[in-house]
Each structure stands twice: as C-alpha cells, then as structure tokens.
C-alpha cells in the first residue's frame, strides 16, 4: 500500500463510510462537535479564509422549522436525526483575513473589497470546509447525510442572514437500521486521472 494511514482508518472515513439515511437515538453531544471541529479546522482553504459556518438544530421547535424547508424525501431522517446541522457560507469572511493570515493582512482588502469576489471566495472554500466537516463527522465513529435537498431560500430566512448562504444541511448520528443505500459505483483511475 502506498498510503500511509491505517487501513481501518482508511475504511472509517472512506471505503466504509456511506451517505446514512437512518440513525440510531443515541445522542451526538456538543463535546463530539468540539473535537469534530477542532479536527477540520486544519483543512486548508485558500489565504487560510474560514467562511464555513455551522449552525446546530438541536431544539424541536428549530427542528420543525427547518424539515419545513426540506424536500419531502429528505423530511423523515431530518426530523429524526440525533443532531442537524445547516452548513453556510459567510459572506463578510474577509473580516477576519487580518488575524488568519496575519503575514499579509492587506490581502483583506486587496482581493476580498468587492461583494461578488467574496461571494465566490467564499462558496468554495466553505464548500471545501464542507467536505471536511463531514470527514470529521466520520473521523468521530457517527456518519452524515449531507442533504442539498431543501429550500435554500427558505432555510436562508428563516435560520441565516443576508450575509451567510447556505451550503447543505447534514444529519448527523450513529447509523441506524438499514442506514445505507447499496454502494454505488465510483470512476475508475483511468476514467479521471490525465497526465501531461
């Protein structure tokens, strides 16, 4: 093998790991989402911008406000899920760029000024926090359902402000009964790797 982490590492957070549709009772606690986060925030993103923001649903009330965006095939596991989690942009991430990149803090307003710049900036390297934030979920023994099956309109107004634009919304817990669809299948190396 030429990778250096564990095998069973390796299946926990690829091989085995699967999109989970149903989830145990067992509750996921804030401690679990501390380490998670504390985890993915290594993730690198470019100019060490960190526009990903997590908002926790955990009250019934928030709960039922939100399965109300989602689409109906989505509505069930969102409403059962132990822990959701809406994942967002934010806009205005240039704020911090002073004390996250410290060795360039003009790079602020250099690059970031404009509105549409940060808007773009801003949806990739959320969306690539995204991705680790899901790893980590599986890094931490729970799975995810990562969901971008909802009103994002909606799920903007009713949780989020103008600044903040929502990514996906995650279920998160221990898999429960029949949590997994079949494996579908995956490119082969050949299909996606070019060499020039």
């Given amino acids: 093998m030429s990778l250096v982490l564990d095998p069973a590492a390796q299946d926990l ?3 085995e790991a699967r999109t989970a549709n149903t989830f145990t009772d067992e509750p996921v606690t804030d401690e679990q989402v501390q380490a998670i986060y504390d985890l993915v925030k290594y993730g690198p993103t470019a100019f060490n911008q960190s526009p990903l923001r997590v908002t926790l649903v955990r009250s019934p009330e928030a709960r039922e406000r939100l399965v ?3 689409a109906e095939g989505n509505r069930p596991k969102t409403a059962t899920a132990p822990l959701v989690a809406i994942l967002s942009a934010d806009n205005e991430f240039h704020e911090e760029l002073p004390q996250l990149f410290p060795h360039f803090p003009q790079a602020k307003d250099a690059f970031f ?3 549409t710049a940060r808007e773009q900036a801003a949806a990739l390297n959320a969306s690539l926090q995204a991705a680790y934030f899901i790893v980590g979920v599986r890094a931490a023994g ?4 990562p969901m971008t099956g909802f ?9 989020l402000d103008d600044d903040h634009t929502p990514l996906m919304v995650v279920n998160i ?3 429960g009964e029949d949590a997994w669809f079949p494996r579908s299948p995956r490119l082969a190396f050949d299909d996606v790797i070019t060499t020039v």
Avoid at 142 to 145: N, P, Q
């Fill in 68 to 70: 109300r965006h989602m």
């Fill in 151 to 159: 009103d994002f309109a909606g799920v903007q107004k009713e949780f």
């Fill in 142 to 145: 729970l799975a995810a359902g």
């Fill in 113 to 115: 000024s404009e509105r």
């Fill in 173 to 175: 817990g221990k898999p």
């Fill in 13 to 15: 957070l690829f091989r």
